[in-house]
Structure formats: C-alpha cells, structure tokens
C-alpha cells in the first residue's frame, strides 16, 4: 500500500488547551506514525500512514480540535525525508525552545473547573477529593500562571512544584485526560491552601468560619485576591462596604449552579449558557423581585440588575458547598487600586478590610480581573474582559506590530500584529499610582509572551491621561487618535469592516479635535479617519471633574446654560430638601458667568443631569452611577417621548435638548413619576438618535451604523436605538467581544494605527511604483 508523509504546523490556541494530546490520539486512532511538539508559540508535528489516513487526520486537525483550542491555520507540507518509519508509533515531543521571530503566539485564557474535574473533588474515594487545585487539560489556570511559551510546566509557577509519581504517571500516559497537563497536581505535591499556620482543608474550615460569623475573607484565586462574604447577610455586606470604600457600586454575587441563579434572576438559554462556559464570566442579568429575600439589599443598590456568576475553582466551588449559600466574590483591593497577587501586598493594602486570609502557594503571574457580560436579545456583549476571555486574540487589520495605550479609566492596552490584537484584562484606574505601575508591568509581560514588537503606539488625543503620557515615553512614532473614533473603530474591527460606515459614540467625556469636550458624537468613519456630522447640544460643567461627581452641577448647567436657551426653564423648589440653597446659587453664578465652566456635549453627562432633575441621584461614588439609577428607574416602564428638536449648526445636524427638559420639568410638576420620566427620557434620546442618524444618511452618509461608547452598555437605550435604526432599513453593529466603553478604546487605537499604517505604506509604494 502507498505511504504519505506530511509535516504539519498548527496555529491559534493551540498550547495549554490539551492539543497535542490530541493530536496524539487523533494519530495513534487512525494508525499513523509520527510525532508532535510545541515549537515557540505554535504546533509542529509530523504524520506518515495511509493516504486516506493523512488526509481525514488533516481534515480532524482543525474540525475536531479540544474545545479550548481556537485553530487559526493548519499548514501541511510533504515531509522531508522519508518521514516516520513504519510502525515507529506516535509521541509527543518535549517541546522545541526554536524560536519564531514574529511567528504567531497566542496565549489560552484560563479555564474554569470542568465536569469531570468537579466530579473528582466531590467523590470520597478519589484521590483528588476536597482538592481546591484540581484541574486537567481542559480547566484550570492558564493565562495567570504562564512565564513564557512554548507552554510547559517548566515556563510556568507549577514549576516549583515536582509531580509525584501518581500525577507523573497520569501526565505520561495517552489515554488519560491529563495527559501534558501542564497544571497537574495533587494533594501530595501540588499547591496548599494556608490560613495563618493552618494548611489544607484546616485552612479552608478557618475561612467558611469567618464567612458564616459575619466575617471578609481575602481569598487568593486564579488572577489575584478576592473579598468574600456572605451575600445574605446585611451587615456583613455593610461592613464590606465600608472597609473597602465601596458605597454603591454593585457587588458581583457567585452561587453555586443555573438552579439558584434562577432563583434570584431571570435566567434566559444563552445566558444560562454563559454562566456555564468555560470563561464563566459575572453575567448581568434583570433581578427577581423575591429574590431580594436572600440577598442583602446593599449588594445592588440603585439597580434591578445582579451579576450573577458561577464557581471558577475547585477552592470556589468548596466554599460555596461548605457555606451553602450565595456569597459576594469582589475584587480583592481598595477602589481605584489593581488587585493584591500576593500575601504580602494583600495583608499591607488589606488588612484593614479582611478578618483573615486565605493563601496558598502558587504565584499569580498576571493579574486578571473577572470579567462582566450580559446578553441583550440573543447577543452576548463583554463590558469588562478579563479573566477566561483576555488576552485570546481578537481580529484587527494589523501587519506590523502596533499597541494602543488605551484611555484613564477602565483602562486597558492592546498589542496587535499579524492580523491580530490581544486586548489585555481590565486594569483599572490610571490616576492610581499603583495601577499604573500594574499597567506597565503586565505591558512587558504579554509583549514579550505575544512577541509584538511595536512600531508605533496610538494613543489619545487627552495630554493629560497617563496613557498618552505612556506613549510619548515609548520612543516609537505616535499616532493620535480622537477618543470616539476609537470607540467606533473598536466595534468597526471587531465585525472585519474596513470600509465606511455611520457612528453613534455615547459616553461621558472625551477631547475632541476642536479642543472641546465631546460624548455625544454622530461621525462618518473609516479606521484611518472620520469626519463630525452631528452632535449633541453642549452644556456646562461647573467645576469640571466636580460636575462629574455631583449631577446636580450638571442639571443647573443644562438648565443655565444651555446652548440653546429655553425660555422658563428655572430651577424654582427643584433642589429644595437636597441641595444647600447657597450652593446652587453658587453654581448657577458660575454657569452664568461662564467660570471654571468647560462646555460638552456629552450624552453621558445628559444621563446625570435627568437623573438628578427626576430626583434619582445628586451625588455619585462611581463612574455611570446616575445612568445606571436612571435605567433602573425606567425599566420596562413605556412613555410618550419628550419635546425635542434637531437644528443645524455649522453644517452639523445637533440636537436640541433645551425642549425635552423643559418638557421633564412641566410633567414632573404635574405629578409624572420617576419610572415614567426615566422611561420618557430613553425613548426621547432614542428618537433623536435614529433621526441624527437619518438626517446623515440622507445626506449620503453610509446605511452600516456602528454604535458605541459607555452609555450603550445600558440595554435599554441600546434596544431602543437599534430598533428605530433599522426600521429605517439600516445595518447595525455594535460591539460583542469587545467592550464598548473605555475597556474597548485601546482596541480601537490599535485598529486605528494599523489601518494609517497600511494606508501610508500603499501611498508609498504606489509613490514608488510611479517613479
């Protein structure tokens, strides 16, 4: 019979996902002979056999990978050589240190614990029973442990941790699941849980005591620390709050499977989907109004929605067994600060938190945050990716490598080359020194894992963020790029469009190209560039960043201040009981005068200013917190829209919103209530949306609308906009895998520099060519 040899390179996820295991059995099933090996950041191998063989193990290679595996390309070339020798069999390679310049590195998320790994930790008479670090090659830590490729226990934290002869054996043999699991481990030479000088299951006894006292415990898991208490217990969750300075934003609430989210959330197919994938992610999901009964009301003030998630570890999945019950899992640091990855850091940043700390003795090599999701219709949307989704890699029109510096808050960087961009996890804040030396510790770390080197960095067009301050220290060439262009172009690259297209950028501030404040922004873009065809009316903001802070600055400017002034819009009794009267005369003055007043035109800032007129929020201790109160007070609540009006303005289309709060006000005197004022404002904003949009398409502006920005992460306003959109026959797209606040920026920086770079370089060879 005929003999084929063929090499083969596989690219993609293909390391630490239990690929060459596979490969072995796919090879050894349809008796082939051969070899395979982990070279740099990909697959290598080697097959001789059959023709029919080769072929249908070449076809299986990418239809029948590991289900964390993501194949990018497999490559097939005739052997050199006459290949495998007949009846040589097939192994597994120690991998190969070659390395790749510019070859293709792509590096796994971590994995949450799988079926037959939590069967494991259940069953008494498993060896791994009650083990918190249980994991195979599909679960377990990936991206947090991981030192350098090619993906070995030695290039990784296990390293410190030699396999006894059992988990040796299981490593070594090709018929069981852990089979080059790199992870592996056992109670008998894997990592140990530690609570003061206690170890093991002791330890873990001391911090389900804490927990059922009342207590916080700080616990260290995949990507760094996390605070844990009792979600059921109110002054446990109170006292949490104070300790971390975290009055009200919601606190993410693991439990421990679909059945209880059910009981405390409406739970639809795909986000039950969700919470089960291997990422498992926090899912935003609408509240069950009995479900208030188990939890504490302080977890999620101000809104009807709860993030909900399930067990990710062996350790999460004990605790919530032992404690039976739904317990708080937050970030693991004081507000504004990255997360502790170490006992030492955890106890100094900590301490005044946490009753107590549950350690153990695998170093976290990069910090990743959980990551946030929620399904609107049958769309599964990231508003923070970390944790099981980062850094998998994204598409992203770039040849040469690049990196975007991404934005102030919610910030992130992202590394693209190749055609591909790897978004690193939520960081945080950068006006906290500590995060930003978070920042750029984790930069050097996944350049050098990816093996990206820059050619350029993009950044904001804000002097004042620390990431553009970042990027002028880089000593590579800059390229600026308009914050809501960066929006746009972020959920432009993330559906593959390279052409022009329509934008609606939504969010609380950004500098635009005249030096103003924009954030209600209609533009017709491509990823080189773009051009302002509308826009929201601009109000000031007395006292800048304080405005942010108090919403009730903005309404008085709004309503003193209004780009368009309304005759008997005041202010009348509207603050009286809240507001000192001497300060909102003091306001008012400044706005009148125009002092420490900077002018925007910011849907974000419009969410404050109703929020504090309907009487919802004044004052607020976190970014979103008036518009998160606002959607909440809506809900499914339906209202006539109020008054508005579109007026062109130096050849752009702006909308008026003089009239539509003169229109609150009158129906907030007659008696409206809040749910139908809230619910009035989403559907006014919508309607002037869909008509600036229109107003631009008319004009010949394109039918594909990219929507974006932070105030689309509100599922109401994003029903309404994309409903009224495509009445009109429009195609709409906003993002999915990519954040759509500032978390996606640096994403969209990124498409950006690639796209003026491929430009640049097309001019110059066409330049070229004609000399």
């Given at each position: 019979m005929a003999r084929r040899a063929r090499d083969f390179e596989v690219t993609g996820i293909v390391q630490g996902v239990g690929y060459r295991p596979f490969v072995h059995r796919t090879a050894t099933a349809l008796g082939l002979d051969g070899w395979v090996v982990n070279v740099?950041?990909?697959?290598?191998?080697?097959?001789?056999?059959?023709?029919?063989?080769?072929?249908?193990?070449?076809?299986?290679?990418?239809?029948?990978?590991?289900?964390?595996?993501?194949?990018?390309?497999?490559?097939?070339?005739?052997?050199?050589?006459?290949?495998?020798?007949?009846?040589?069999?097939?192994?597994?390679?120690?991998?190969?240190?070659?390395?790749?310049?510019?070859?293709?590195?792509?590096?796994?998320?971590?994995?949450?614990?799988?079926?037959?790994?939590?069967?494991?930790?259940?069953?008494?008479?498993?060896?791994?029973?009650?083990?918190?670090?249980?994991?195979?090659?599909?679960?377990?830590?990936?991206?947090?442990?991981?030192?350098?490729?090619?993906?070995?226990?030695?290039?990784?934290?296990?390293?410190?941790?030699?396999?006894?002869?059992?988990?040796?054996?299981?490593?070594?043999?090709?018929?069981?699941?852990r089979f080059h699991a790199e992870p592996i481990a056992?109670?008998?030479?894997?990592?140990?849980?530690?609570?003061?000088d206690l170890a093991g299951d002791d330890a873990l006894a001391a911090a389900v005591k804490t927990v059922d006292a009342g207590g916080t415990?700080?616990?260290?898991?995949?990507?760094?620390?996390?605070?844990?208490?009792?979600?059921?217990?109110?002054?446990?969750?109170?006292?949490?709050?104070?300790?971390?300075?975290?009055?009200?934003?919601?606190?993410?609430?693991?439990?421990?499977?679909?059945?209880?989210?059910?009981?405390?959330?409406?739970?639809?197919?795909?986000?039950?989907?969700?919470?089960?994938?291997?990422?498992?992610?926090?899912?935003?999901?609408?509240?069950?109004?009995?479900?208030?009964?188990?939890?504490?009301?302080?977890?999620?003030?101000?809104?009807?929605?709860?993030?909900?998630?399930?067990?990710?570890?062996?350790?999460?999945?004990?605790?919530?067994?032992?404690?039976?019950?739904?317990?708080?899992?937050?970030?693991?640091?004081?507000?504004?600060?990255?997360?502790?990855?170490?006992?030492?850091?955890?106890?100094?940043?900590?301490?005044?938190?946490?009753?107590?700390?549950?350690?153990?003795?695998?170093?976290?090599?990069?910090?990743?945050?959980?990551?946030?999701?929620?399904?609107?219709?049958?769309?599964?949307?990231?508003?923070?990716?970390?944790?099981?989704?980062?850094?998998?890699?994204?598409?992203?029109?770039?040849?040469?490598?690049?990196v975007g510096a991404g934005a102030q808050l919610k910030h992130t960087f992202t590394l693209a080359a190749d055609g591909r961009a790897h978004l690193a996890p939520h960081g945080g804040d950068l006006s906290d020194p500590a995060t930003y030396d978070a920042f750029t510790t984790s930069y050097e770390h996944l350049r050098a894992l990816t093996d990206i080197t820059p050619r350029a960095v993009a950044h904001d067009l804000h002097p004042g963020y620390l990431s553009t301050q970042w990027a002028r220290e880089q000593r590579l060439p800059l390229v600026p790029v308009q914050h809501h262009h960066a929006h746009l172009a972020a959920c432009a690259a993330e559906h593959g469009l390279t052409g022009p297209f329509t934008g609606v950028a939504y969010d609380g501030l950004g500098l635009g190209d005249d030096g103003t404040l924009w954030g209600g922004e209609i533009l017709v873009a491509d990823l080189t560039g773009y051009r302002r065809v509308g826009r929201l009316a601009t109000a000031p903001l007395p006292g800048g960043d304080a405005a942010v802070r108090h919403p009730w600055r903005t309404a008085l400017g709004h309503l003193h201040g209004a780009e368009f002034p309304q005759q008997g819009t005041g202010v009348g009794e509207l603050f009286d009981g809240r507001i000192d009267p001497r300060h909102v005369l003091a306001v008012r003055t400044m706005v009148e005068r125009g002092l420490n007043c900077p002018r925007a035109s910011s849907a974000g800032r419009l969410f404050d200013a109703v929020a504090s007129l309907i009487g919802l929020v004044d004052s607020v201790s976190y970014e979103g917190e008036a518009a998160v109160a606002l959607e909440a007070a809506a809900g499914r609540t339906r209202a006539v829209p109020f008054d508005h009006r579109l007026v062109r303005v130096d050849g752009l289309w702006v909308y008026d919103t003089a009239p539509t709060l003169a229109d609150l006000l009158t129906r907030r005197a007659d008696g409206a209530d809040q749910a139908h004022l809230a619910a009035a404002f989403h559907e006014t904003l919508a309607r002037a949306t869909a008509e600036l949009v229109g107003r631009a398409v008319a004009a010949g502006a394109p039918r594909t609308v990219c929507l974006a920005g932070g105030c689309f992460v509100n599922p109401r306003l994003l029903g309404d906009v994309r409903r009224r959109l495509r009445a009109q026959g429009l195609r709409v797209l906003t993002g999915e895998a990519v954040p759509v606040g500032d978390g996606g920026i640096s994403y969209g920086q990124a498409a950006v520099a690639a796209a003026r770079l491929a430009s640049r370089t097309s001019t110059t060879s066409k330049t070229s060519r004609k000399g």
């Amino acid at each position: 019979m005929a003999r084929r040899a063929r090499d083969f390179e596989v690219t993609g996820i293909v390391q630490g996902v239990g690929y060459r295991p596979f490969v072995h059995r796919t090879a050894t099933a349809l008796g082939l002979d051969g070899w395979v090996v982990n070279v740099d950041g990909h697959v290598e191998g080697g097959v001789a056999g059959s023709p029919y063989a080769v072929e249908e193990f070449t076809r299986l290679l990418a239809s029948a990978a590991p289900p964390l595996a993501r194949v990018r390309e497999v490559r097939t070339t005739p052997a050199t050589g006459p290949g495998p020798a007949p009846g040589s069999g097939f192994e597994v390679r120690v991998s190969g240190l070659r390395h790749v310049p510019g070859g293709p590195r792509e590096i796994p998320p971590d994995a949450a614990l799988c079926a037959a790994c939590l069967r494991e930790l259940l069953d008494p008479r498993d060896r791994r029973h009650r083990y918190p670090f249980v994991n195979c090659t599909d679960c377990g830590p990936r991206a947090t442990i991981i030192e350098d490729l090619p993906y070995d226990r030695v290039r990784t934290t296990m390293r410190r941790f030699p396999m006894c002869a059992d988990c040796a054996a299981e490593y070594a043999d090709p018929r069981d699941r852990r089979f080059h699991a790199e992870p592996i481990a056992c109670p008998a030479c894997g990592p140990r849980l530690a609570w003061d000088d206690l170890a093991g299951d002791d330890a873990l006894a001391a911090a389900v005591k804490t927990v059922d006292a009342g207590g916080t415990v700080a616990v260290l898991g995949l990507g760094g620390y996390q605070l844990v208490c009792d979600a059921t217990d109110p002054a446990a969750v109170d006292r949490l709050r104070r300790r971390k300075h975290r009055p009200a934003k919601p606190l993410a609430v693991m439990v421990h499977d679909p059945a209880e989210a059910r009981r405390l959330a409406r739970v639809g197919t795909g986000a039950a989907a969700l919470l089960t994938s291997p990422a498992r992610p926090i899912v935003l999901l609408p509240a069950l109004p009995g479900g208030g009964q188990r939890i504490a009301p302080g977890v999620h003030p101000g809104t009807d929605r709860i993030g909900l998630f399930l067990p990710t570890t062996g350790l999460h999945e004990l605790l919530l067994r032992d404690l039976a019950r739904p317990l708080v899992v937050t970030s693991g640091n004081l507000s504004g600060e990255p997360l502790a990855l170490d006992a030492a850091t955890a106890r100094r940043t900590l301490g005044a938190v946490a009753d107590g700390f549950l350690d153990h003795d695998r170093p976290v090599r990069a910090r990743y945050d959980d990551s946030v999701t929620q399904v609107t219709g049958r769309t599964v949307r990231t508003v923070r990716r970390a944790r099981g989704l980062a850094p998998a890699p994204l598409p992203c029109p770039a040849t040469d490598g690049v990196v975007g510096a991404g934005a102030q808050l919610k910030h992130t960087f992202t590394l693209a080359a190749d055609g591909r961009a790897h978004l690193a996890p939520h960081g945080g804040d950068l006006s906290d020194p500590a995060t930003y030396d978070a920042f750029t510790t984790s930069y050097e770390h996944l350049r050098a894992l990816t093996d990206i080197t820059p050619r350029a960095v993009a950044h904001d067009l804000h002097p004042g963020y620390l990431s553009t301050q970042w990027a002028r220290e880089q000593r590579l060439p800059l390229v600026p790029v308009q914050h809501h262009h960066a929006h746009l172009a972020a959920c432009a690259a993330e559906h593959g469009l390279t052409g022009p297209f329509t934008g609606v950028a939504y969010d609380g501030l950004g500098l635009g190209d005249d030096g103003t404040l924009w954030g209600g922004e209609i533009l017709v873009a491509d990823l080189t560039g773009y051009r302002r065809v509308g826009r929201l009316a601009t109000a000031p903001l007395p006292g800048g960043d304080a405005a942010v802070r108090h919403p009730w600055r903005t309404a008085l400017g709004h309503l003193h201040g209004a780009e368009f002034p309304q005759q008997g819009t005041g202010v009348g009794e509207l603050f009286d009981g809240r507001i000192d009267p001497r300060h909102v005369l003091a306001v008012r003055t400044m706005v009148e005068r125009g002092l420490n007043c900077p002018r925007a035109s910011s849907a974000g800032r419009l969410f404050d200013a109703v929020a504090s007129l309907i009487g919802l929020v004044d004052s607020v201790s976190y970014e979103g917190e008036a518009a998160v109160a606002l959607e909440a007070a809506a809900g499914r609540t339906r209202a006539v829209p109020f008054d508005h009006r579109l007026v062109r303005v130096d050849g752009l289309w702006v909308y008026d919103t003089a009239p539509t709060l003169a229109d609150l006000l009158t129906r907030r005197a007659d008696g409206a209530d809040q749910a139908h004022l809230a619910a009035a404002f989403h559907e006014t904003l919508a309607r002037a949306t869909a008509e600036l949009v229109g107003r631009a398409v008319a004009a010949g502006a394109p039918r594909t609308v990219c929507l974006a920005g932070g105030c689309f992460v509100n599922p109401r306003l994003l029903g309404d906009v994309r409903r009224r959109l495509r009445a009109q026959g429009l195609r709409v797209l906003t993002g999915e895998a990519v954040p759509v606040g500032d978390g996606g920026i640096s994403y969209g920086q990124a498409a950006v520099a690639a796209a003026r770079l491929a430009s640049r370089t097309s001019t110059t060879s066409k330049t070229s060519r004609k000399g």
